[in-house]
DNA sequence: AAATTTTCGACTAAATTAGTCAAATGTTTC
DNA sequence: GAAACATTTGACTAATTTAGTCGAAAATTT
């Protein structure tokens, strides 16, 4: 694909975005891609092989964005202390922002997708990476007193994971800012030099 | 259909309701509603006809539960005055409550649609008549003074429309209730008696 | 105005879906 | 307990929908 094709691309990619977080990649068609970007179902085929390929192309920038927000985030924190806090709450906020198209995302029906697997498996590695930064860091500077890094930095990864799977059915955003505030603390405690 | 066939059906339609919401008429397979309900697609043509009945029953039964919260939320009103005010937000968070359904029910493909269109026609009806007995209340006890009831009736019904119209844009929940008032209060000060 | 990119409508093969049906299973009634 | 009836189901089909192709028309660039 050419140059300039790059807009349009873009374009479509973002009507699609709306398309698959309202209906999934189930229920979506290419007619309602083209519909809701004013083109003829045909013409999407000049940028994408196909709805899958327009469905990856969603998924990997969906998930570029959620990546940014959350390095942005910790970014502007000084302290692994807050680095750590920060990282939780934007992870939360970014995926908040994202509802619609992450509950399309968590659709049973993905799970047989090769793809959805990989693009998993890779956003845990970030994940897990991002948080050995942080936890490297607050080691460095002998805030934390860690054994195994790896395994710690696993071990949280899941415990957000747990606390995504309750944020999902919690709609008292009080109430899970709580319990975010909960779980840091007693891993921080866990963590902290003592 | 048979007698106590009463509790099967009303676990279909509740069903149904929710995919309906979801997916709207179009998208909604009868293999979703089944799955939704534990039961082979089949199962559901022992309780009705076709697809489009089923969604028949979904759309009276959601504009039973708003027709009786208007009427229960007015019918705590004493004063003409009071029951207008309560009815104008009776009315939009019934419809905020049923947004779901509603915005599903609000897809230009439906238009096409004798029985929505009927259905509709006899919302209004009911709107209408609903107004009208509250104004003769007023008028009667000389709160209100008013030249055509019925014109009258239907002008404050068509200004909620427009409102309801603002509203499923509009995410402001205060900025809304704020627009209730001042309608109301602009209705209110040109029918008050002097 | 030739070359290239982009759009599109018409088409097809494959998949999905509404609705049918006959048989199986479950429940009542006598 | 078996006849009568109600309910559920899987297999099936006809009709519709849908992904993806293709050749040619517009639009744009060179």
């Known amino acids: 694909m050419p140059e300039g094709t790059k807009d349009i691309r873009d374009q479509i990619i973002e009507s699609a975005v709306k398309i698959f977080a309202r209906?999934?990649?189930?229920?979506?068609?290419m007619e309602d891609i083209a519909k809701a970007n004013n083109r003829a179902k045909s013409s999407l085929y000049h940028y994408f092989s196909s709805?899958?390929?327009?469905?990856?192309?969603?998924?990997?920038?969906?998930?570029?964005?959620?990546?940014?927000?959350?390095?942005?985030?910790?970014?502007?924190?000084?302290?692994p202390t807050d680095?750590?806090?920060?990282?939780?709450?934007?992870?939360?906020?970014?995926?908040?922002?994202?509802?619609?198209?992450?509950?399309?995302?968590?659709?049973?029906?993905?799970?047989?997708?090769?793809?959805?697997?990989?693009?998993?498996?890779q956003?845990?590695?970030?994940?897990?990476?991002?948080?050995?930064?942080?936890?490297?860091q607050g080691i460095e500077k002998k805030i934390f007193?860690?054994?195994?890094?790896?395994?710690?930095?696993?071990?949280?990864?899941v415990g957000m994971k747990g606390l995504e799977y309750h944020w999902a059915t919690e709609k008292d955003i009080k109430k899970l800012n709580r319990n975010i505030d909960t779980l840091f603390d007693l891993l921080f405690n866990g963590i902290k030099r003592r």
């Open 51 to 79: 709805k899958e390929d327009i469905f990856k192309a969603v998924i990997k920038r969906e998930g570029n964005i959620l990546k940014s927000e959350i390095l942005n985030a910790i970014a502007r924190e000084k302290l």
């Open 145 to 157: 007193e860690i054994d195994d890094l790896d395994l710690t930095a696993f071990t949280i990864v």
């Open 123 to 136: 956003f845990d590695s970030f994940e897990i990476e991002t948080i050995k930064s942080i936890l490297k």
């Open 83 to 121: 680095k750590l806090r920060t990282y939780f709450k934007a992870r939360m906020n970014a995926l908040n922002r994202l509802a619609n198209v992450y509950s399309a995302f968590q659709d049973e029906y993905l799970e047989n997708y090769k793809f959805i697997q990989k693009f998993r498996s």
């Open 23 to 29: 209906y999934g990649l189930r229920k979506a068609t």
